[in-house]
């Protein structure tokens, strides 16, 4: 079983649409957690931390749940440019990153 | 800021060959990471420095690879020989432990994408 778990998709949603990707953790001990995007041929770039009380920027949400080990993160009013592999990634210590394989969302007009 | 500097962008070797890949990490950063991604594997975490020390290469595939970080500005990966299997894009990556807007974020170069025929 993977370290960090994630629903390959691809999700394809309209314009304007709100979508939302799940992740799960087996390593109880990690301490941070982040999504990240990696658009096609890029490298991939932090989008946001995720916090146990849960954050928002702008149209994303992260929520974090330790004791079901699962990470969330919701897009709301989808847009064009939103299309893109999002990645959840644990810290297991001390900078000791794992990544899931990402979840591809395309986003049509 | 220049970013976290790669190269080369492109590699084609032949199976058996030396592979040498570069990384020069952004200034003040203590943490470099070597990453490879491959459909099949998703991004996969080889090696990770701090401060020009290994603290971790468990995720290095076998013997045929090697990383070093001779100084705070520069580190190599090596694949000798290469084998068509590796081919794949290799990332390099650093980190601030302390100091920068997030804990732990990790800056990106733009990889290496190698292909062995």
């Known amino acids: 079983r993977k370290e960090v778990e994630q629903d390959p998709g691809p999700f394809n949603v309209p314009e304007g649409a709100t979508v939302a990707f799940n992740c799960t953790y087996s390593?109880?001990?990690?301490?941070?957690f982040f999504w990240y995007r990696q658009d096609c041929r890029k490298e991939p770039k932090l989008l946001m931390s995720?916090?146990?009380s849960g954050n928002e920027d702008g149209r994303f949400t992260a929520q974090l749940n330790r004791a079901s080990q699962y990470i969330s993160l919701l897009i709301r009013d989808s847009k064009l440019s939103d299309s893109a592999t999002y990645l959840c990634v644990v810290n297991r210590q001390h900078n000791d990153m794992r990544f899931g394989a990402g979840t591809r969302l395309t986003v049509k007009p | 800021d220049a970013g976290v500097i790669q190269s080369p962008r492109h590699e084609v070797t032949e199976m058996g060959q030396e592979v040498t890949l570069r990384c020069k990490p952004i200034s003040g950063h203590d943490y470099l990471f070597w990453y490879r991604q491959t459909m099949m594997r998703g991004l996969e975490l080889l090696i990770y420095f701090n401060n020009n020390v290994p603290i971790d290469d468990s995720g290095m595939p076998e013997d045929r690879f090697s990383a070093k970080m001779p100084n705070a500005s520069f580190s190599t990966l090596k694949i000798q020989p290469s084998e068509p299997r590796d081919s794949a894009v290799y990332f390099c990556a650093s980190s601030l432990l302390a100091g920068g807007p997030v804990l732990y974020e990790q800056y990106f170069g733009p990889g290496t994408r190698l292909t062995v025929t």
């Open positions: 995720v916090y146990s």
């Open positions: 390593n109880s001990a990690s301490q941070s």
